[in-house]
């Protein structure tokens, strides 16, 4: 056997024994800076890149026992990693083909009719509450700001701004069903 050979045996020992040590907090220390590194390429900005690996990373977390258990951990963190990356690209282009083809007027003009105005308090702070989530859909998808910083300048937390965008885009779908029917 050639030296060559001897090293890559003992590496991949090493490698065997490192990974029946593997933990999530292991795992997430070795390959975060890698993986915004990666999705950095792909968006052009760090801090949505931070954002989409920090996802892949709750996803991990969720399904420790499944990661953990895999023959490769890094192959199927990454394979999350490229999934995650995939729905973000996937979501911004739908929100920015879907505002451009909804005017700011008409975002406004979608007032619920079910109720009176003096009994629907949604109704009185209505045009508040549409140009909030307008904004919102509008920097998440077309300026690209990252879900964090939309929840910095909110003064609430990522989960709470990430619920907020997709109820809006919800909204969004709702208000382009109802132009197409008119």
Same mark, same amino acid.
């Given at each position: 056997?050639?030296?060559?050979?001897?090293?890559?045996?003992?590496?991949?020992?090493?490698?065997?024994?490192?990974?029946?040590?593997?933990?999530?907090?292991?795992?997430?220390?070795?390959?975060?800076?890698?993986?915004?590194?990666?999705?950095?390429?792909?968006? &052009?900005?760090?801090?949505?890149?931070? #954002?989409?690996? =920090?996802?892949?990373?709750?996803?991990?977390? +969720? $399904?420790?026992? @499944?990661?953990?258990?895999?023959?490769?951990?890094?192959?199927?963190?990454?394979?999350?990693?490229?999934?995650?990356?995939?729905?973000?690209?996937?979501?911004?282009?739908?929100?920015?083909?879907?505002?451009?083809?909804?005017?700011?007027?008409?975002?406004?003009?979608?007032?619920?009719?079910?109720?009176?105005?003096?009994? &629907?308090?949604?109704?009185?702070?209505? #045009?508040?509450? =549409?140009?909030?989530?307008?904004?919102?859909? +509008? $920097?998440?998808? @077309?300026?690209?700001?990252?879900?964090?910083?939309?929840?910095?300048?909110?003064?609430?937390?990522?989960?709470?701004?990430?619920?907020?965008?997709?109820?809006?885009?919800?909204?969004?779908?709702?208000?382009?069903?109802?132009?197409?029917?008119?």
């Amino acid at each position: 056997m050639d030296d060559k050979s001897k090293n890559n045996i003992k590496d991949n020992d090493e490698r065997q024994s490192v990974d029946e040590e593997l933990t999530f907090e292991s795992l997430y220390n070795e390959l975060f800076g890698n993986f915004v590194g990666y999705v950095k390429q792909v968006v &052009d900005d760090k801090k949505i890149a931070e #954002d989409i690996v =920090q996802e892949c990373f709750i996803i991990a977390y +969720k $399904k420790q026992n @499944v990661l953990l258990a895999s023959p490769n951990p890094r192959g199927w963190l990454f394979g999350v990693l490229k999934n995650t990356l995939r729905n973000d690209l996937r979501i911004r282009k739908a929100i920015s083909r879907d505002l451009i083809l909804v005017s700011y007027d008409g975002w406004l003009n979608n007032i619920p009719d079910e109720k009176a105005a003096e009994e &629907d308090i949604d109704f009185l702070y209505n #045009d508040l509450l =549409q140009y909030e989530e307008y904004e919102l859909l +509008k $920097k998440f998808a @077309v300026d690209k700001v990252p879900q964090q910083e939309l929840a910095e300048e909110k003064g609430i937390s990522t989960a709470a701004c990430k619920q907020k965008i997709y109820r809006a885009k919800i909204k969004l779908r709702k208000i382009l069903e109802k132009c197409k029917k008119d």
